[in-house]
């Protein structure tokens, strides 16, 4: 692709994962990316090709380590290392860069809501007060003028979407939310781990985190921010045997005399604009494949048999705009860009 005049310097932390490919699969195709540090400790010194042959064709530096990385040369950092090891390293780093995490380390705005799901304290709790929890659409004016965009988690993303819009309008009971979601494997990351080999994913689903799942506070964070008021929801995860994709059901009581007709207007006005999400005709559901590859949210609302209740079907992939997808939108915005840019992949289908 021809590069634009205007090149944003980027450096990716832990680009050996599966966010830090997708990541430079998505701004391989950015008129404005000028990738210029790609770390990964264990496979420094190796052409990123090395790792992901399908990037091979690309004109990238070599993986280094991090202590290699010179900061004077870059403008954006994504982020893209484990839980619990992003925050004392960011908070180490030049106030002059804007920094995208992709981590849990700065989602939750709470110190000690972080401790109590994550098992320690929050090592940098001043640079918390800064960082802008990042659903693009839910958040553009903020994310704006941040220097730290804490990008959502993908399960979180998947309910937000829908949720927060039919808080604000009133139209469901706060008190009764259901949310039962699945997920692709990548989801887990691509360090080697029993409880997601061939063997124990294929042919089958399980749940897991199973009213423990550290996504939960963070749902709740935006569901209360939403309604001014505290909110906890019920929320299991599965796990299925497909590389990519969350689609999270949702179960909800309709409040103030609302109808599933209405919530569906409520959302279809809400996005009416947005480039990246987009709500199907009242009774249509959104299936994974619809979204593969993509940037895209699908929402899809249903009258539930049972009287007073509505079904909300929700679809992203969990790499894109779950992960790498939202966290190009965001550097987007903060960089001053149009934030559909380098986004425009329509999904792969079939």
Known sequence: MTKGTNQIKIAIIGASGYTGAELVRLL?????????????????????????PHLGGLDLPELIKLDAVDWADIDVVFCCLPHGTTQEFIASL????????LSADFRLSNIKTYAEWYGHDHLAPDLQKDAVYGITELARDAIK?????ANPGCYPTSALLPLVPLIDAKQIDTGNI??????????????????????EVTEG?????????????????????????DIIVNFTPHLMPMNRGILSTIYVSLANGASASDLHATLEKKYAKEPFVRILPEGSVPHTRHVRGSNHCLIGVVADRLKGRAVIVSVIDNLVK???????QNMNLVCGLDETTGLQQEPLFP
């Open 28 to 52: 391989a195709c950015h008129p404005n990316a000028d990738i210029r540090a790609l770390t990964a400790d264990r496979n420094a010194g190796k052409p990123l090709s090395e790792v992901f």
């Open 145 to 149: 003028k941040a220097r730290l965009v």
């Open 205 to 229: 689903i399980h749940a897991y985190g199973v009213a423990g799942h550290r996504h939960a506070p963070e749902i709740e964070q935006g569901l209360s921010a939403a309604a001014g008021s």
């Open 94 to 101: 030049p106030d002059s860069l804007k920094i995208i995490d």
């Open 178 to 199: 259901i949310i039962d979601a699945k997920s692709g494997v990548t989801g887990a990351g691509r360090s080697a781990k029993e409880g997601t080999l061939y063997a």
């Open 322 to 328: 779950g992960a790498s997808g939202q966290a190009v």
